[in-house]
């Protein structure tokens, strides 16, 4: 079983929706979860940066962290063309461990 | 504020061949790192330095992989001989903790035919 699980997609949605992807994680010590976008031949950038459970909105991003579950979500609101990217959960206890990322495309 | 520089941006070589590649972090950042992307994979850790010194090199293949990191700063990542597995992007990252918010570089395209 690997560490980090993320539904690789692809998805595909219309202008305007919400895009909802998610994560699920086998280690309990993960304390610090992250969503990273990669745009085509670019590095990941981060996105958002959670240390507990709850949510953290920024702007049109929202993310959620359910610890006692093992799973973290990010919503995209009012989803753009700009969001098409591929987007990577990431956890970390002493290092960082990826999924291996969803790639959304939002048609105009 | 500069991000994170590597190059080459790609690169094509032949089985058992060698290649390097540079990286310079964000300026301040302690924290670096090199890490594999295989296509359609998340990056994955091959080497993590905290200065000039070696925080986890669990999972990079000693036998052909090399890294230095010498003065703290720059850094470069070696394959010698590459392998057509080897074939990936190879991202560079830098932090300022080395915990959990990385920066990454654009990365290195890497072919090995």
């Known amino acids: 079983q690997k560490e980090v699980e993320q539904d690789p997609g692809p998805l595909s949605v219309p202008e305007g929706a919400i895009v909802s992807l998610n994560c699920t994680y086998s280690n309990s010590a993960f304390q610090y979860f992250m969503w990273y976008r990669q745009y085509s031949r670019k590095g990941p950038e981060l996105l958002m940066y959670?240390?507990?459970?709850g949510n953290k909105e920024d702007g049109r991003f929202t993310a959620q962290v359910d610890k006692s579950s093992k799973y973290i979500s990010l919503f995209i609101r009012d989803s753009q063309p700009s969001d098409s990217a591929t987007y990577l959960c990431?956890?970390?206890?002493?290092?960082?461990?990826f999924g291996a990322g969803t790639t959304v495309t939002v048609r105009a | 504020e500069a991000g994170v520089a590597q190059s080459p941006r790609y690169k094509i070589i032949e089985k058992r061949q060698s290649v390097a590649f540079w990286c310079n972090p964000i300026s301040g950042h302690a924290t670096l790192y090199w890490y594999q992307q295989i296509l359609g994979q998340g990056p994955k850790l091959l080497i993590q330095f905290q200065n000039n010194g070696v925080v986890d090199d669990s999972q990079l293949p000693k036998d052909r992989f090399s890294a230095e990191r010498l003065k703290g700063v720059d850094s470069t990542l070696k394959i010698q001989p590459a392998k057509l597995e080897d074939s990936a992007v190879y991202l560079c990252?830098?932090?300022?903790?080395?915990?959990?918010?990385?920066?990454f570089g654009p990365g290195t395209r890497l072919t090995v035919t």
């Open positions: 990252a830098s932090s300022t903790d080395g915990r959990a918010d990385l920066y």
């Open positions: 990431a956890m970390s206890a002493n290092k960082l461990s």
């Open positions: 959670t240390y507990s459970s």
